[in-house]
């Protein structure tokens, strides 16, 4: 799987996430809050959809997320497409109208991490509940003004990855992102790795 075809299948999620789910959602439910969900991620009030894979599910519709639109999309589950408006300044930057067309084994792929960011995030902090966040498309939480989480992958890393953000800069080989710490989970591995990744840089940030 090449690094294009992740990178184009990211940005489409991205673009369902933000237009298709959190944007309905909060404006019938006042929340942007998305979850991880097996296979893919979900809103977590109404309307309830679901993105499983290449796939948008709703009661009574299965949608391939290939040759479509966000607002064909959306017009056939029956939502108004378009981003939570006034929360945030940055995002998918996608239109309604934009082309989304994701590969369905990259969609899987990039499915896999959000879900094994989950894990290790329950993991490592069993009291606080993982949230995906339309306007980045990463799942995390914060402890103790520290960000952990994994990222669907953006402009400073294309594939998905897993970070360590301490709100105050941290110094030493371990931080060796702008904003704190963060390794591809491709390189990492799966939810066990993650879990020893976040423990390590909760280690490190508290000392």
Same mark, same amino acid.
């Not at 069993?126 to 914060?142: K, N, Q, S």
């Given at each position: 799987?090449?690094?294009?075809?992740?990178? #184009? !299948?990211?940005? =489409?999620?991205? &673009?369902? +996430?933000?237009? $298709?789910?959190? /944007? *309905?959602?909060?404006?019938?439910?006042?929340?942007?809050?998305?979850?991880?969900?097996?296979?893919?991620?979900?809103?977590?009030?109404?309307?309830?959809?679901?993105?499983?894979?290449?796939?948008?599910?709703?009661?009574?519709?299965?949608?391939?997320?290939? #040759? !479509?639109?966000? =607002?064909?999309? &959306?017009? +056939?589950?029956? $939502?108004?497409? /378009? *981003?939570?408006?006034?929360?945030?300044?940055?995002?998918?930057?996608?239109?309604?109208?934009?082309?989304?067309?994701?590969?369905?084994?990259?969609?899987?792929?990039?499915?896999?991490?959000?879900?094994?960011?989950?894990?290790?995030?329950?993991?490592?902090?069993?009291?606080?509940?993982?949230?995906?966040?339309?306007?980045?498309?990463?799942?995390?939480?914060?402890?103790?003004?520290?960000?952990?989480?994994?990222?669907?992958?953006?402009?400073?890393?294309?594939?998905?990855?897993?970070?360590?953000?301490?709100?105050?800069?941290?110094?030493?080989?371990?931080?060796?992102?702008?904003?704190?710490?963060?390794?591809?989970?491709?390189?990492?591995?799966?939810?066990?790795?993650?879990?020893?990744?976040?423990?390590?840089?909760?280690?490190?940030?508290?000392?």
């Amino acid at each position: 799987m090449d690094i294009d075809t992740v990178v #184009r !299948t990211r940005r =489409a999620l991205h &673009a369902v +996430a933000e237009t $298709v789910l959190a /944007g *309905p959602q909060y404006r019938a439910s006042g929340t942007i809050r998305l979850r991880a969900y097996p296979g893919g991620f979900a809103t977590s009030a109404e309307p309830f959809l679901q993105v499983i894979g290449g796939e948008l599910m709703a009661p009574g519709h299965r949608l391939a997320l290939q #040759r !479509t639109t966000c =607002a064909a999309l &959306a017009a +056939a589950v029956g $939502v108004e497409p /378009g *981003p939570p408006e006034g929360l945030y300044h940055d995002g998918s930057g996608a239109d309604p109208d934009d082309p989304v067309d994701a590969d369905p084994q990259a969609a899987q792929w990039i499915a896999h991490c959000l879900g094994a960011g989950d894990t290790a995030l329950r993991r490592l902090a069993p009291d606080a509940e993982p949230v995906l966040w339309p306007e980045h498309f990463d799942i995390g939480i914060t402890l103790d003004e520290v960000n952990y989480g994994v990222s669907a992958g953006d402009g400073y890393q294309p594939e998905p990855y897993a970070y360590v953000g301490p709100h105050t800069p941290r110094s030493g080989p371990f931080w060796n992102a702008p904003f704190g710490a963060a390794r591809t989970v491709r390189e990492l591995g799966g939810a066990d790795a993650l879990t020893r990744y976040l423990e390590e840089g909760r280690r490190l940030a508290a000392a």
